[in-house]
């Protein structure tokens, strides 16, 4: 099974085209695909690196958080 890539903008969240991306570069981030881990990261959308809570806070347009949130159960 071939390795698809899907770039998703810093913005919005949201998916979007490879033309998009590559139009935007440092507002979108191009996911690989490959193994999908539970835990919560952070991502800068210009860099690429792996950044810290605190950078989110400071610059939410350009950070993308990846994985799954975690939920609470309700009693």
């Known amino acids: 099974m071939p390795k698809t890539s899907q770039a ?6 949201r998916f979007v085209k490879k033309s998009t991306a590559d139009r935007h570069p440092k507002k979108t ?3 690989d695909g490959a193994k ?6 952070n991502r800068s959308a210009v860099s690429g690196e792996f ?11 350009t950070t993308v958080t990846e994985g799954k949130k975690k ?3 309700k009693k």
Do not use: C, L, M, Y
């Open 71 to 73: 939920t609470t159960k």
């Open 51 to 61: 950044v810290k809570d605190a950078t989110v806070k400071r610059h939410p347009k």
């Open 29 to 31: 981030v191009v996911e």
């Open 8 to 13: 998703r903008s810093s913005v919005t969240g």
């Open 36 to 41: 999908k881990s539970a835990a919560k990261k």
